[in-house]
């Protein structure tokens, strides 16, 4: 099977060492869906790559595709969400819901709407337009692009991280305990 190299944007979802001096990532692309690659070479100090393919990171991604699998032939970062960093709380909400986003979809999967979703989640915490009351938003927005059912019984009771949670989890079938 023949190389073919492919254009597209992505946000980093994990990332681990493998081999001396390479990484596996889990990219969330807008076009390819949840896609596996490895960045040769990014655990380098001098490596572009490593510096770019950094958990939260929007990036731009040049990919060549060999024999049903990725790898990084270049990459340049859109946006670094740094002041996600910067704040514990935001940390900790943006790891949530990149969790949730890599348990829900499978490998391959495409879901543009909810690689929008994740984008907006991540805009909001680097903007600091974040806070609780926005969450039940969040959390139903996610419930209405997966198709999850909600609220059957007409009841007015707000949507809760737990309630979320057990929703995602019966869903994904996967524990979400951080």
């Known amino acids: 099977m023949g190389e073919a190299l492919q254009e597209d944007v992505g946000i980093v979802l994990y990332q681990k060492p493998i081999f001396e001096k390479d990484r596996l990532i889990c ?43 990725f790898y990084v032939q270049d990459c340049d970062l859109i946006d670094d969400f740094s002041s996600i960093r910067a704040s514990y709380d935001h940390i900790q909400e943006a790891s949530f819901f990149v969790r949730v986003v ?8 495409r879901n543009e709407a909810l690689f929008n979703w994740l984008y907006t989640v991540l805009e909001w915490l680097h903007t600091k337009k974040y806070n609780e009351t926005i969450h039940e938003n969040i959390f139903m927005k996610f419930l209405t692009i997966e198709g999850i059912a909600w609220d059957t019984q007409g009841s007015k009771k707000p949507l809760t991280k737990p309630d979320f949670m057990a929703l995602v989890e019966q869903y994904s079938q996967r524990c979400l305990r951080l």
């Open 27 to 69: 990219i969330f692309c807008k076009r390819l869906g949840k896609i596996s690659v490895l960045a040769k070479g990014a655990l380098s100090i001098r490596s572009k790559k490593g510096q770019i393919l950094q958990v939260f990171s929007y990036v731009d991604l040049l990919l060549r595709a060999s024999n049903q699998f």
């Open 102 to 109: 890599q348990d829900c979809v499978m490998q391959g999967q």
